[in-house]
């Protein structure tokens, strides 16, 4: 379950699967400030997943990444 | 991104006509999502992935790192071959910023207007950094910290006016974050750091108010500008945090051991006090 705060300094969790990954690398945050970007590694490689704030969803992005990423605004 | 080092020199009278016609990106919140810019691949490649359908194609040649979207997504900053480029969302390099041979550049971060970047210049004889700005299409660029004895400097981040820079100084014993002003260029004392390995990665908040960063090895800080409220907001095994785009939040890893099934915090901040 995901509960996210206002702007009140409470934290809540975000709600991560990190399937079959040992450990989270990095994040980014979309321009319209709704989604993260979060890459995950395995075996000294990454994937990328973005993960939609509003509606918990998690999506796999790009397989076989490095740890570096930025969201284009437009 | 095809222009190789032995053709900076064409390259650069080319885009000093450039520096001339660079439209200035003002900065708006929130933004609407473009694509994408991720490493993949040894050696590293940049690549260009549609989030809405997941198509990705390769933007770079071989090697480059560290892409960064400028603030409305008109140009992307990247690291090749110890440069670091200036390109256009399809790949094409539009500007680099010049260096003589023996130092190698590295981490840039864009101004919220898009019209500078900040970097680290490191020499690698001595591995002794510094922190650079260059606008854009500018052949010529400032050093910030200077070279300064045994200290090293790294992790700038521009205030949002782009006035002011903050930065960190490091040795083998001590830490610090300076704030430089570059209208009248006094540098001040931010806040004393107590890890002087890891970067503080400091990341000063889109609404100006407040600056994050590493301190402790695992703890993330917010302080404010002006020095005061300094306080922690996470409880260990913290790291890579990053500003929501309206500067209201923050996002951090958490990942203290895989026995946590959900080990990414969220928080938000109070930016208003």
């Known amino acids: 379950m995901i509960s996210i705060s206002g702007p009140d300094g409470t934290v809540a969790w975000i709600p991560i699967d990190k399937k079959e990954h040992e450990r989270l690398g990095s994040l980014a945050w979309s321009p319209d400030g709704k989604k993260l970007i979060i890459s995950m590694e395995k075996s000294g490689t990454y994937d990328l997943f973005v993960f939609d704030l509003t509606t918990g969803k998690q999506m796999l992005l790009l397989q076989n990444s490095g740890d570096e990423m930025s969201w284009q605004a437009r | ?273």
């Open chain 2, 1 to 273: 991104m095809n222009i190789a080092p032995t053709r900076f020199l064409v390259a650069g009278i080319f885009l000093l006509s450039f520096a001339f016609s660079i439209p200035v990106e003002a900065t708006t919140f929130p933004g609407n999502n473009g694509i994408v810019a991720a490493t993949r691949n040894a050696p590293s490649r940049i690549w260009s992935i549609d989030p809405d359908n997941g198509t990705a194609m390769p933007i770079s040649g071989a090697g480059a790192t560290q892409p960064l979207w400028s603030p409305r997504g008109k140009w992307m900053a990247y690291v090749r071959g110890g440069y670091v480029f200036v390109a256009t969302p399809s790949g094409n390099d539009i500007y680099h910023v010049p260096h003589d041979i023996g130092v190698s550049d590295s981490t840039p971060v864009w101004s919220s207007d898009g019209s500078k970047l900040a970097f680290v210049r490191t020499n690698l004889t001595t591995k002794q950094s510094a922190v650079y700005s260059a606008r854009i299409g500018v052949q010529v660029p400032t050093n910030v910290s200077g070279w300064t004895g045994k200290k090293n400097y790294r992790a700038p981040s521009w205030s949002p006016n782009a006035r002011q820079l903050v930065y960190e100084e490091y040795s083998a014993t001590a830490a610090r974050l300076l704030i430089k002003d570059s209208e009248t260029g006094t540098v001040r004392e931010l806040t004393p750091l107590s890890d002087v390995t890891d970067s503080s990665r400091a990341l000063w908040s889109p609404t100006g108010k407040k600056i994050l960063f590493r301190d402790s090895a695992t703890e993330l800080y917010t302080i404010w500008p002006d020095g005061t409220h300094r306080a922690v907001i996470s409880d260990g095994d913290s790291y890579n945090g990053g500003w929501s785009p309206d500067g209201t939040r923050i996002a951090f890893i958490e990942d203290p051991s895989d026995k946590y099934k959900w080990p990414r915090w969220y928080r938000g901040v109070d930016t208003y006090r």
